[in-house]
């Protein structure tokens, strides 16, 4: 079972969970398809949350079930870095609460990131949002090819954790936080659907007052 002693950390998910990007990147993967003269309907927002929270590569593969493994590879490469450069110009939506209070979250405990995301999007939402200085550390799929399990596993370890908190949107979030036996707080805003968590928040500002009690 996970401790159910106050928490030292809070790891956040980063998309469904503290911002959503999904309008950016369906146009930056439309340029892509464009770019590679790649024939195939309009990638819309609905498509890029339905596949969010999923390694880049798996989700690209499983918007595209119809192309060659080589295609679906190459749109893969080509859109992790348009998605990148998309959103490092216009950026996303930060959830309601999100500029606000992870300021004065991170003043209370120490906040990371894990992500199943490409290399150097994390590092876009850190710049892009202004919050970068309130977080100490992140991981993700791009950067180790690993399972998210594996990454929340790796930033707890390298950062002496012993009792953090795992805030995600998906059932993959709720998976690696009980491999690595972690409270989860089930982000009922985002993108997923979970039925079986340890907390549930259905806004980002009802985090704050969710670890008072945890923290005591």
């Not at 090819?145 to 998906?170: C, H, Q, S, W, Y």
């Not at 968590?197 to 005591?216: C, G, K, N, T, V």
Request: charged content about 25%; glycine content about 8%.
């Amino acid at each position: 079972m996970p401790s159910t002693l106050p928490p030292d950390a809070i790891v956040f998910d980063l998309d469904g969970v503290l911002w959503d990007t999904c309008g950016t990147c369906a146009d930056a993967w439309n340029r892509v398809l464009a770019r590679l003269e790649i024939a195939h309907p309009p990638v819309t927002a609905a498509d890029v949350r339905a596949v969010a929270g999923r390694p880049h590569l798996d989700a690209v593969r499983r918007t595209f079930p119809g192309l060659t493994e080589h295609q679906v590879e190459r749109i893969s490469e080509e859109t992790a870095r348009e998605d990148n450069d998309a959103v490092a110009v216009h950026g996303g939506a930060l959830y309601p609460g999100v500029r606000e209070q992870v300021p004065e979250l991170a003043g209370r405990l120490p906040l990371l990131i894990v992500s199943n995301c490409q290399q150097g999007y994390i590092e876009v939402f850190l710049e892009w949002s202004g919050l970068g200085a309130h977080f100490v550390d992140f991981e993700c799929w791009g950067a180790t090819g690993k399972p998210k399990a594996d990454n929340l596993r790796a930033v707890i370890e390298r950062n002496g954790l012993k009792r953090p908190i795992f805030i995600g949107d998906t059932d993959g979030d709720r998976v690696a936080a009980e491999d690595n036996r972690v409270p989860f707080v089930y982000a009922a805003y985002g993108f997923g659907e979970v039925s079986r968590y340890d907390h549930r928040i259905e806004r980002f500002s009802e985090l704050a007052a969710l670890i008072d009690p945890l923290a005591r």
